[in-house]
């Protein structure tokens, strides 16, 4: 089976300064994988460039395959096609992934009629609004004819992510990119998303790149680990080997952070 | 407790601002309406000589006559339609060269926006009345038309250059991002984001320069580089009256009493106009 995103020698730069260097690892449909790393050690970035949406001033080198066209050096205009069909990103911040002067609804009515006009669908206000009402159903959303009407700031964190994730699901991706979908959230809320974003990968049968800084989120999330460290590749493998047998010295105190705290919350209970 | 005590605040807050914006309302909306009405009536021809030369107030004359015998009352509502036209024609030129402009810049190279940004505060940093003397110099002569192109060009820098500082900030945002990934193309991104979220700050801005362009209007037409005459726009009549502000003040003080009138109402109309343009500002429902 050809990979669905397949990174090979992936490089960014900008200037002088190497921020990710010769990074691979692939990504088969309906493969659930997490890149994990501490901040700054590249792993947004690498979410970026595998969309081709790097800020101009970092330039990136080697090869970036996402459903089979290259995205490296590819032109804009190219990649607009490729966008929302392919891939699409949940950010860590609901608040700045929503425009706060726009309504809920028509949001993620947005994304639905990009979608229904390029599968040349019908994109009267009817079927647009019960498009939208469905995927507000699918992400749990409550009263979703208050929610449609609701300026962003109007509603809570959580309602806010779900509002995100219900906009990438609205573009019907191959591959769903979670950006720490829920640092910025409690960890009431926290757990909900993670099972809410678990349920649908499994019901939609998307891919899914995991980001995040938090080893015990990913790994209840994801099959497979890519641990980041410095702009490289540390570690990779199944959840299970690397939770039981960390290779590098990074790893290894991640996992140990993990259990520290773990074994903190039994000696509390 | 401090919740409570915010909320009390800012409720007060919306409270006078909406205050503001119906006082503005009908400053601005009464000089309009003498505006449009001088288009078919005036108490006299503003142009003909109705009277004696300097007569006081009275009910014939509501503003007196000036040194010429005209009806000082009829050249006001006339200045009113001119200072309109031109805060009118000087926005709609400065907003739509300067957020052209500022588009371009925010999403042009680095270079070519540091080329830009660098003109544009080049510029401001000229003054505004000296840059639409220039203008009005470097055309056929002085005339309505110019007045308004001068003024609106003289603008126009500030429009570009708050577009340019808004868009900014908007691409900035995780909410660009996502719409790209889902695939927008930047004309959509535009028209969809970013126009709508720099509008309220823009529109603000675009309100409080048609009350400079009044005012930048009036000294053109002191100087003699405004609309000639027959137009009585408020700046002439000001200059007109210098001469005898001793022995007839009214000629003064009248069409001054206009200038400072609609200029406030435009303010006042600005501060109410964001909180109607801004649903974050607006009460929560």
Known sequence: MTPLLDIHGLSIRTGEKSLVTDLSFSLSPGERLGLIGESGSGKSLTALAAIGLLPDALKASGSVRLDGRQVIGARDRDLVPLRGTAAAVVFQEPLTALDPLMKIGRQVGEAVKRRATRDRGATDKASITRKVRALLDQVALPDPDRIINAWPHEISGGQRQRAAIAMALACKPKLLIADEPTTALDVTTQAEILALLARLVSERDMALLFISHDLPVVAGAVDRLVVMQHGHIVETGLVGDVFNQPNHPYTQSLVAAARAFDDALEIAE | ?285
Do not use: C
């Open chain 2, 1 to 285: 407790m401090s919740d409570t005590n915010t909320i009390i605040a800012s409720s007060e807050g919306r409270k006078r601002r909406s205050w503001t914006f119906t006082i503005g309302a009908i400053i601005v909306g009464l000089h309009l309406a003498i505006g449009l009405m001088t288009l078919v009536w005036t108490p006299y021809d503003p142009a003909a000589l109705s009277g004696g030369r300097l007569e006081a107030v009275s009910f014939l004359h509501l503003a007196g006559t000036d040194r010429l015998g005209r009806d000082l009352f009829s050249l006001i509502m006339t200045g009113s339609r001119i200072a309109l036209t031109v805060g009118t024609g000087a926005i709609v030129i400065g907003g739509l060269i300067g957020m052209t402009i500022g588009l371009l810049a925010a999403f042009a190279s680095k270079t070519l926006d540091d080329v830009l940004a660098a003109g544009l505060d080049i510029l401001i940093a000229f003054p505004t009345l000296l840059l639409a003397m220039l203008i009005v110099a470097a055309s056929d002569g002085a005339s309505l038309q110019t007045a308004i192109v001068a003024i609106g060009v003289a603008n126009s820098a500030i429009v570009a250059r708050l577009t340019r500082i808004l868009t900014k900030r908007v691409l900035a945002m995780d909410y660009i991002t996502a719409s790209r990934i889902s695939g927008t193309s930047w004309i959509g991104v535009i028209r969809i984001h970013i126009l709508p979220n720099i509008w309220p700050t823009l529109l603000v801005n675009l309100a409080l320069q048609f009350g400079l362009a009044v005012i930048a209007e009036a000294s053109l037409s002191y100087l003699g580089l405004g609309a000639p005459p027959p137009n009585a726009s408020w700046g002439r009549l000001l200059q007109e009256a210098q001469a005898t502000v001793y022995t007839a003040p009214i000629g003064a003080i009248a069409p001054g009493i206009a200038l400072v009138s609609l200029v406030i109402g435009i303010n006042l109309l600005a501060d109410g106009l964001r909180d109607l343009a801004d649903p974050t500002r607006r009460s929560r429902r």
